[in-house]
């Protein structure tokens, strides 16, 4: 059985991605396939999974010596179980930088593309195939789209997946403003999370000048709801850096509908990486940092110290 799986806390696409190719090598290649998940999926991919009928896929903590998988929506071992180099990687398909640090035990398909969605990626790997895909599994790569492209807003969004996202939602019938709204509705509610959860969430890892980072990203409709929280989040980092061995945790709560970011500026560190990275001046513990909604683009390029 291959194991599908993307990085730890999974969001929408590693979540979804890993359904999507899954059925794929099941229905179509003829190879018995099942998702998995890394984690706890956030509460907008939870959303998606109910809105499309699909239970939640099985949580695995490792993979064992030469058990088949296949990695989606990362290609880091860092987001990666400890013995990822152990079993036997048969592809890899994703559309983040190449890390490295990957080992396999033959050649394989590895398929990266800087586009803004890994379910952007499959369908054009299924080809004509895709057709065959039931209406459940096409919910899911559009959702996956709409949730890594926040509705198109994001700059990493390409006319590739937007095309993708519409075509989709026309052979559904689901009016994309409406459907993404309810999404986002979901990703909002974070009632239930604890603070340490919260920056936890939406996270990887990054050495920055020397200093290790835990850079955290929650997107939302409503984030004077997160905002609430900022002094016991601040107050929450300390114990997330001892227990993840990493000096700082920086958390932007992204307004994905005015489109900007919050940073909240816990001590002196994370003035100074607000200060040199955005070209900005703090004066209080946030900033806010117009324009700015995608980690991948706009924020680790830009970091520094």
């Known amino acids: 059985m291959i194991q599908v799986f ?77 013995s990822i180099n152990d079993a036997n990687i048969l592809e890899i398909i994703d559309h983040h930088m190449l890390v490295g640090g990957i080992k396999t035990k033959s050649p394989i398909n590895i398929t990266i593309r800087p586009l803004a969605c890994t379910a952007t990626i499959m369908a054009d790997l299924m080809g004509d195939d895709l057709a065959k895909a039931p209406a459940a599994i096409k919910g899911v790569m559009l ?49 239930a999370f604890s603070d340490a959860e919260l920056l936890r969430m939406d996270s990887k890892k990054f050495e920055i000048g020397g200093k290790n980072f835990r850079v955290s990203v929650l997107e939302t409709t409503s984030p004077a709801t997160v905002l609430d929280r900022k002094i016991s989040l601040m107050e929450a980092m300390s114990v997330v850096e001892a227990e993840d061995g990493v000096d700082q945790v920086l958390l932007f709560v992204v307004d994905i509908l005015n489109e900007e970011s919050t940073l909240l500026v816990a001590n002196d560190l994370v003035q100074t990486v607000a200060e040199k990275s955005f070209g900005v001046k703090v004066s209080g513990d946030t900033v806010v940092l117009p324009g700015v909604v995608s980690r991948k683009k706009q924020i680790i390029p830009q970091l520094a110290i």
């Open 143 to 191: 959702s996956c789209i709409l949730s890594d492209t926040l509705e198109f807003r994001s700059p990493t969004t390409t006319d590739i997946d937007k095309a993708c996202a519409e075509k989709l939602a026309a052979e559904l019938g689901v009016d994309i403003a409406e459907y993404a709204a309810e999404m986002f509705a979901a990703k909002s509610d974070v009632s």
């Open 6 to 82: 993307g990085h730890t806390s999974p969001d929408t696409d590693a979540t979804g991605s890993a359904i999507v190719w899954s059925w794929y090598l099941n229905e179509v290649k003829g190879q018995a396939a099942a998702p998995k998940l890394l984690g706890t999926p956030n509460t907008e991919a939870a959303f998606v999974l109910a809105r499309w009928g699909f239970d939640q896929p099985e949580i695995i903590a490792d993979v064992a010596e030469g058990n088949d998988v296949v990695i989606v929506d990362t290609n880091n071992p860092a987001e990666l179980p400890a």
